[in-house]
């Protein structure tokens, strides 16, 4: 079964510093991997996603993340933080469905960025 | 290109009540999902259409349903109102309905149950 577990509910960073957002997924095919960030009384904005091929993935805004099968793990960086980067992240897999757009999400990490 | 809209923004019910909440996709998207938000559960599928046939459900009990018109506009309906279902209900649509599909959220709409 298709699971989704992001290590921290909430992560506090000083602006220019390096943020580290960590995933884990679980899936029993093999997997579609997406970041999504969501901004105070909005929706869902996709950063990034890996489907195959390159394991290092570049999103927007300057984040990025490497699939790493070995360790089950989509973790999402990026080297410099702005303040405007303040939101709560998800990291979601494709579902269970053979077919559909259907998404398993961790229950998201908070990211606060301090001046 | 206008983004998704969902409407209304807010709503408030009272325990027993229905409710209809609207999503018109972004033009040109055939697939509709809807997704339910809350703090303790955080975000979960409830299910997905595409060209006016549910394709997926979540799990979640039958009072939970939806539809989706010929021009890909998306309606869902609770029935029997609890209290527990009280959450943001998101909308989200893309061109096509494969896996890796980029999904495009509209702002949702903020359900409480009184």
């Known amino acids: 079964a298709q699971s989704v577990t992001q290590l921290g509910s909430h992560v506090s960073v000083s602006e220019g510093a390096l943020v580290l957002l960590r995933c884990n997924y679980s899936?029993?095919?093999?997997?579609?991997l997406f970041w999504y960030v969501q901004y105070p009384n909005q929706g869902l904005q996709l950063l990034l996603k890996?489907?195959?091929?390159?394991?290092l993935v570049k999103g927007i805004n300057g984040f990025e993340a490497e699939f790493k099968k070995s360790e089950t793990s989509f973790h999402l960086t990026k080297p410099s933080a702005h303040m405007s980067d303040a939101a709560e992240y998800f990291c979601a897999v494709s579902g269970p469905y053979q077919a559909g757009t259907a998404l398993i999400f961790g229950k998201g990490t908070t990211l606060s960025v301090s001046s | 290109k206008a983004g998704v809209t969902q409407t209304p923004r807010y709503l408030i019910k009272t325990r027993g009540q229905q409710v209809t909440l609207s999503c018109s996709p972004i033009s040109g998207h055939r697939s509709v999902s809807w997704y339910q938000q809350t703090p303790g559960q955080g975000l979960q599928f409830l299910f997905e259409?595409?060209?006016?046939?549910?394709?997926n459900k979540g799990n979640f009990p039958g009072r939970f349903s939806g539809r989706q018109f010929s021009n890909s506009r998306s309606e869902m309906n609770v029935s029997t109102l609890e209290l527990g279902d009280s959450a943001l209900y998101l909308c989200?649509?893309?061109?096509?309905?494969?896996?890796?599909?980029?999904?495009?959220f509209g702002s949702g709409t903020q359900l409480s149950v009184l």
């Open positions: 259409y595409f060209s006016e046939t549910q394709r």
């Open positions: 890996y489907t195959t091929g390159a394991t």
């Open positions: 989200a649509s893309s061109p096509g309905q494969g896996p890796n599909e980029k999904l495009f």
């Open positions: 899936s029993s095919v093999p997997p579609y």
